[in-house]
């Protein structure tokens, strides 16, 4: 099975950058296709960006389009998360997740329940 790390969380002011980075062990990591979800407190967990088999092809929220860049590096199994211009709504415990397989719409990857992996999650907080 797929073993995913998070790491790259932590607390910064409105403005601010993260870079998170999610570690992956196991299977063939180069075919996966490679999302990051999002959970504040009380919500529900909600699709923030996804990366294919095809770097070339992403997805993103409107939320944190142009704020926020993922991004994958298959050499060391590892997909990353950019985050800029922070803001207080994006407070969130973010969680990286992979989806071995490989479908024709990018529309089936926004829901969790297209993912057969899950990282542990890391706490993203934005306050001033």
């Known amino acids: 099975q797929v073993h995913l790390v998070e790491t790259g969380g932590g607390r910064v002011q409105p403005g601010d950058s993260l870079k998170l980075s999610c570690v992956a062990s196991?299977?063939?990591?180069?075919?996966?296709?490679m999302a990051w979800f999002r959970q504040g407190p009380g919500k529900e967990r909600e699709f923030v960006s996804l990366?294919?088999?095809?770097?070339?092809?992403?997805r993103y929220i409107r939320s944190v389009e142009g704020r926020f860049t993922i991004s994958r590096d298959n050499a060391n199994n590892t997909v990353y998360l950019e985050m800029n211009s922070l803001r207080p709504k994006d407070t969130a415990i973010y969680y990286c997740?992979?989806?071995?397989?490989?479908?024709?719409?990018?529309?089936?990857?926004?829901?969790?329940?297209?993912?057969?992996?899950w990282g542990q999650g890391t706490q993203v907080t934005v306050s001033s």
């Open positions: 997740a992979a989806s071995t397989a490989q479908r024709d719409n990018t529309d089936d990857y926004y829901g969790p329940l297209g993912y057969d992996y």
């Open positions: 990366i294919l088999w095809i770097p070339e092809i992403t």
């Open positions: 196991g299977g063939t990591f180069a075919d996966n296709a």
